[in-house]
């Protein structure tokens, strides 16, 4: 059975900085794997879509890579803002088209 | 990518009775996906619903408890029935669009007193 971790579960840093977030799953027979931001008591947000043939993805200030064979994923936001807190979540998809989703990890920009 | 249109945003229901929650999608979809989030936890998959066919639960989710219509390609509902303060969470639909990936509704945040 896939699971999904994210480290760490909460992050705080100061506005301006370059910060990263971890994914790890354990089985590496994935077909896509997406990021999503959650704000409080909200829907998600999809930021980034990476195909299994994929290494990387940006949009704006993200980046994310995915490692498919040691089973990991980070979303790297640069030059942070206080806009950018919310709670971080990775969901990989597999064969039966279902999404397993990580822990997240709720991230606290400093102004 | 599709946009999910849910309602209601937020309830607050007395022990007992039931909620129906419906989400419309801006074009045609094969599976409809729901969801739970207990607080402070992820997202839980309850069920997969395909037009035209009885909705697929997860193990620990039963159709008398949380019955699913999947009417057309563009609707579906989740209701949540006989409910107790432990079905107080947050309630998303999903659809995918091929390599767009999943687009999910704004959530149903649900009290229940």
């Known amino acids: 059975k896939q699971e999904v971790t994210q480290i760490p579960a909460a992050l705080s840093v100061p506005e301006g900085e370059n910060l990263v977030l971890n994914c790890s799953f354990t089985d590496s027979a994935i077909y896509n794997l997406q990021w999503f931001r959650q704000d409080p008591g909200k829907g998600l947000t999809s930021l980034l879509l990476i195909q299994s043939s994929q290494r990387e993805q940006t949009s704006g200030r993200l980046n994310a890579s995915l490692d498919k064979s040691s089973g990991r994923s980070t979303l790297y936001i640069a030059a942070s803002q206080p806009g950018d807190s919310a709670t971080y979540l990775c969901?990989?998809?597999?064969?039966?088209?279902?999404?397993?989703f990580g822990t997240g990890t709720r991230l606290t920009i400093i102004p | 990518s599709a946009v999910i249109s849910q309602k209601p945003s937020r309830d607050i229901c007395q022990r007992g009775t039931s909620l129906t929650i419906q989400c419309q999608v801006d074009?045609?979809?094969?599976?409809m996906f729901w969801y739970r989030q207990q607080p402070g936890q992820s997202l839980t998959l309850i069920a997969t619903a395909n037009q035209g066919s009885e909705a697929t639960y997860e193990s620990g989710f039963v159709i008398d408890k949380f019955p699913i219509s999947r009417p057309n390609l563009t609707f579906s509902t989740l209701t949540v029935s006989n409910m107790s303060p432990e079905d107080s969470s947050i309630y998303l639909c999903s659809s995918r669009q091929g390599f767009h990936g999943y687009t999910f509704g704004s959530g149903t945040r649900l009290t229940v007193v």
């Open positions: 969901a990989v998809m597999e064969g039966n088209e279902k999404l397993t």
């Open positions: 074009s045609q979809v094969t599976m």
